[in-house]
């Protein structure tokens, strides 16, 4: 079955760009969509096809994909990013869905 | 405001059957695919099981094949996991969640909490 890996931790001082990334064997042709989920709380979608932001995400979240990695930035980080990431594929061919392990992002 | 309660969660020995149920609220349930989705404690995301808006179309995480059958009533906008011969290692909070564009799940619930120990 389908593996997405993901670094299981980044750390970041505030105000500085997060990167986290999602690595998958020809990643670049599925669309890859991220959910932060912090202590206690169910996951929140950030990113959905590879680079949109739903309503009320802020402008600070992005992402790419190309090759075999996508990734989510997060600009000007804030001590209120803190959370753990996970990237999240539909495997087309399969029917099934794929969540990477998860990154969790440590602002300094 | 899109709404998903999710209830039923409980603790159970294994071997043991348990239904879980999702209420949907503030959107047009049937128009929507939807997805279970679980968390172990400490652990990270699992995606279980998808069913089509229609529950024409079902598919299954290898681990659950056999064991988990999902379905739903649209006539009263509920989503609910079947789950049989439950195991330790189902120990988990059991989310719903339903999809949006491009299979991302735009909205997902608090979940419940199933605990399989004898």
């Known amino acids: 079955s389908y593996v997405l890996t993901q670094p299981p931790s980044v750390s970041v001082a505030p105000g500085e760009t997060a990167r986290i990334p999602c690595g998958g064997t020809n990643l670049g042709g599925k669309s890859v969509h991220w959910y932060q989920q912090k202590p206690g709380q169910a996951p929140v979608l950030v990113i959905y096809?590879?680079?949109a932001r739903p309503s009320g995400i802020p402008e600070r979240f992005s992402g790419s994909n190309s090759g075999s990695q996508a990734s989510l930035t997060i600009s000007r980080v804030e001590a209120g990013d803190e959370a753990d990431y996970y990237c999240?594929?539909?495997?087309?061919?399969?029917?099934?869905?794929?969540f990477g392990g998860g990154t969790k992002l440590t602002v300094l | 405001q899109v709404h998903l309660v999710e209830s039923g969660g409980e603790l159970v020995q294994p071997g043991r059957s348990l239904r879980i149920s999702c209420a949907a609220s503030e959107f047009y349930f049937s128009r929507y695919n939807m997805n279970w989705v679980r968390q172990a404690p400490g652990k990270g995301l699992e995606w279980v099981a998808y069913t089509s808006r229609d529950a024409v179309i079902k598919y299954y995480a290898d681990f659950a094949k056999g064991r988990l059958t999902i379905s739903r009533d649209n006539s009263n906008n509920r989503l609910f996991l079947q789950m049989n011969s439950l195991r330790p290692d189902d120990t988990a909070l059991y989310y719903c969640?339903?999809?949006?564009?491009?299979?991302?799940?735009?909205?997902w619930g608090q979940g419940t909490l199933v605990t399989v120990s004898s």
């Open positions: 096809s590879d680079v």
């Open positions: 999240q594929v539909w495997e087309t061919g399969s029917g099934l869905r794929v």
């Open positions: 969640a339903r999809e949006g564009e491009g299979g991302s799940l735009d909205y």
